[in-house]
């Protein structure tokens, strides 16, 4: 009787072990991402097939992806997807981060009002864009959030020789698409990822005037966070969401994301390669 019962026990909780995430304390996984993979619509179409196959369900931060590595230092998330190679690469090495893998990159670009004040329109150098710029003393909007694309463009003005400052040089502090759009309002510059500006493309009237550059390439990495940052880190929930970002399903979605809208991908995947051999 006692086995009979026993193996009805086991029939009736199999479809709840089913559904339960594997090897994780919860069923709850931070993300902590940029708000670029939100303002796409990416995250919308991923995040739900994500829960749907694993049963974990994911709280996304979206923030700059400076506050997205500094949640992940104080054990406040479980996993990373964000776009700032070098300043990833010190959280890697103080083993904040681990198992870093590439997903997919798409470019910056620089955009503008169709007038150009500062007549940048077809350079091939974002680095003298800039300049020109700052030269003509036309307004530019910088995200000033400490986010992946903040960091591309201070070290853009850096290797222009230049130091932006007000009143031409307008701060933020909101993510890409806020950003965007105050920029059109300002019919100022801005630096953009691709991605992005497709997905508000038809909200602001900004054009493209600066593509191609080498400088303006954009990785996006998934990283996870180190259980030594904390006692709620979810190890397992991490490093299911990881791999099912590089897998071949996500990476075949990922290849098509965006053409049924804008009539080409937002993104282009990468997992499994090797960064130096990514170009924009």
């Known amino acids: 009787m006692g086995v009979r019962l026993a193996r009805l026990l086991v029939a009736a909780l199999a479809p709840w072990a089913l559904a339960a995430p594997a090897g994780a304390g919860s069923s709850v996984v931070i993300l902590s991402t940029t708000t670029s993979t939100q303002d796409s619509g990416l995250l919308d179409v991923l995040v739900p097939r994500f829960e749907r196959q694993t049963g974990y369900t994911v709280k996304t931060i979206s923030v700059g992806t400076g ?14 997807l964000c776009h700032a190679p070098s300043l990833e690469k010190r959280y890697l090495a103080d083993g904040t981060l681990t198992h870093r893998r590439l997903v997919m990159y798409n470019d ?8 150009d004040p500062a007549k940048i329109a077809g ?3 974002a680095v003298a864009a800039l300049g020109r710029i700052a030269a003509a003393g036309a307004r530019f909007v910088s995200r000033g959030d400490r986010s992946g694309t903040h960091a591309l463009e201070l070290a853009l003005w850096k290797a222009a020789g230049v ?11 909101q993510g890409m698409g806020a950003t965007l759009g105050l920029a059109d309002d300002r019919r100022a510059y801005t630096l953009t990822d691709r991605a992005t500006l497709l997905a508000f493309g038809k909200r602001v009237a900004l054009t493209i005037m600066v593509e191609g550059d080498q400088r303006l390439r954009n990785v996006y990495s998934v990283m996870e ?7 709620r880190v979810n190890t397992g929930g991490a490093r299911a969401f990881a791999d099912f970002m590089v897998s071949p399903e996500v990476q075949q979605i990922i290849r098509t994301f965006g053409v049924d809208r804008h009539g080409r991908p937002l993104f282009v995947p990468i997992a499994g390669q090797h960064e130096e051999d990514v170009a924009p």
């Open 67 to 80: 506050q997205a590595l500094a949640l992940a230092a104080r054990g406040e998330a479980d996993v990373v």
């Open 108 to 115: 910056f670009v620089l955009v503008g009002p169709a007038a």
């Open 123 to 125: 350079a091939t150098s």
């Open 163 to 173: 130091v932006p400052a007000a009143p031409w040089y307008i701060e933020s502090g």
């Open 225 to 231: 966070v180190s259980p030594a940052n904390g006692p």
